[in-house]
């Protein structure tokens, strides 16, 4: 795999999260399998997975996760707390000063 490829990779999955961030009012479906399929498009190319997909997906049940509508977002000290409400899963996200 050449170095053009990839960067073709990594753009299509950053078109992919605007689509699924911007979409999810409209459909869930959509904005749920294109944040799925730039998971796996990371995986297969062995691409590093960007911070804001790392976020808006849950780690237990790989739901889209979008703060103020499937996702409570609490500060306690020292993390970040990101609780699902598909599958009730707590992640804890390290806050940086
Ligand atoms: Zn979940």
Known sequence: MNRLSKKCYEDEVQ?????????YDQC???SQNSIELAWKICLKHDLKVPKLLRLLL???CKNIRIPGKNVRVRLT????????FVCGYESLIKRYK
């Open 28 to 30: 869930i479906t959509l």
């Open 77 to 84: 000290s020292g993390f970040v707390v990101w609780k699902c």
């Open 58 to 60: 849950c780690e237990k």
């Open 15 to 23: 078109r992919l999260i605007k689509i699924a961030i911007q979409q």
